[in-house]
């Protein structure tokens, strides 16, 4: 059997390979992958302690807040806070973000990005849930407190990505842009352990994943690329929760798609801290992610920390084919 590798001596070992690391992302990728492990605790025991349900209040774009989310999105927070070497975190949860005080006065050059718990309809019902990290080297002056624009660069510019699944097994999966990596949490030993090396997406799969109980409110391309893929015999699966489906995806192959409907006519996913790590991690391992109106996610220049956009991520060649789909459906005259 072959040696195990716990997260924190794989992200050590490979600090060597970027030339003047510092050790400062090493640092905040350890402390993500402590903040992931109380989550999963807290997770797995939720039914029993009563953190179930919802917390009667709503998050900054509306959606209704479970008392886990808050849980988690405290605990990431606390554990960023007094990592050292985050200046500022922004969540989902948040309406704005969060400048953090520099420990023993050393000014940290990162940000973080997170979606504390993706999924949040699931949590009552014991089905998978998620939660989506970025980090960004900010923009801003380092002896001053980080700045909104720190949060709104492009995808481009993530240094690193991951997220975290707490499902039959909890597992973290992440990249700095040299491939993506999965970890499945060992709970006998308490550590993630190096499962799967340099994830590859395949070229296409079986499955698509959309919400077809939106069918008739998606524009008519997307309305006949799912056409396609039901012609085509595709299974479909939606798990409402886009780490899960997405997660799917990377490793058996497929699409995940939420398109704009007349309720979201600029999609509902979040560019910062959902659609833009996500799709860092998918082309990462060689997949795509596009909009409905077929620009490549990571391109799309920021403006709101909340900001939502359709999109269509997963293996490339079903990207490409919905691209044609959409790109022939919705020329001019048809
Ligand atoms: P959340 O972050 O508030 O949980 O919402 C995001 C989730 C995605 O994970 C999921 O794919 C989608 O919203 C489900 O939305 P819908 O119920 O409209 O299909
Ligand atoms: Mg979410």
Redesign the pocket.
């Known amino acids: 059997m072959s040696r195990i590798v716990t997260l924190d001596e794989f992200i050590i070992h490979r600090q060597k390979d970027f030339a003047y690391a510092s050790g400062e992302l090493t640092g905040l990728l350890r402390d993500i992958g402590v903040a992931a492990k109380i989550v999963n605790r807290e997770v797995n025991k939720a039914g029993l302690i009563g953190i179930l349900g919802r917390a009667d209040s709503e998050?900054a774009?509306g959606?209704?807040v479970q008392k886990l989310?808050l849980f988690a999105n405290d605990k990431l927070i606390e554990c960023l806070r007094n990592s050292g070497e985050c200046a500022g975190i922004a969540s989902?949860e948040n309406e704005d973000f969060i400048p953090l005080i520099p420990v023993a006065g050393k000014a940290a050059k990162y940000v973080v990005i997170f979606?504390p718990?993706?999924?949040?309809?699931?949590i009552d019902v014991n089905v998978s849930?998620?939660t989506i990290f970025g980090i960004y080297r900010r923009v801003s002056p380092l002896d001053q407190p980080c700045q909104k624009e720190d949060f709104l660069q492009k995808g481009t510019e993530l240094v690193a990505a991951g997220y975290v699944l707490y499902g039959t097994s909890t597992m973290l999966v992440y990249s700095t842009g040299r491939g993506v990596n999965g970890f499945t949490l060992d709970p006998s030993i308490g550590e993630f352990c190096l499962s799967h090396r340099d994830i590859r997406m395949p070229d296409r799969g079986n499955y698509y994943s959309v919400?077809q109980?939106?069918y008739l409110k998606f524009d008519v391309e997307m309305r006949r690329y799912i056409d396609h893929c039901s012609d085509l015999n595709l299974r479909l699966r939606?798990?409402?929760?886009?780490?899960?489906?997405v997660h799917r995806s990377l490793f058996q192959g497929g699409i995940?798609l939420?398109p704009n409907t007349r309720k979201?006519p600029h999609g509902?996913?979040?560019m910062v801290?959902?659609c833009n790590p996500l799709s860092y991690i998918v082309e990462q391992a060689g997949g795509k992610a596009i909009t409905c109106q077929l620009q490549r996610i990571l391109d799309i220049e920021v403006h709101h920390l909340h900001q939502r956009e359709s999109i269509a991520i997963g293996s490339p060649a079903m990207v490409d084919e919905m691209r044609e789909f959409v790109a022939r459906y919705s020329a001019p005259g048809f």
């Open positions: 998050n774009t959606d209704e989310d989902e979606d718990l993706d999924g949040s309809s699931n849930v998620g919400n109980g939106y939606y798990i409402g929760s886009m780490v899960s489906d995940f939420y979201y509902k996913l979040r801290y959902e």
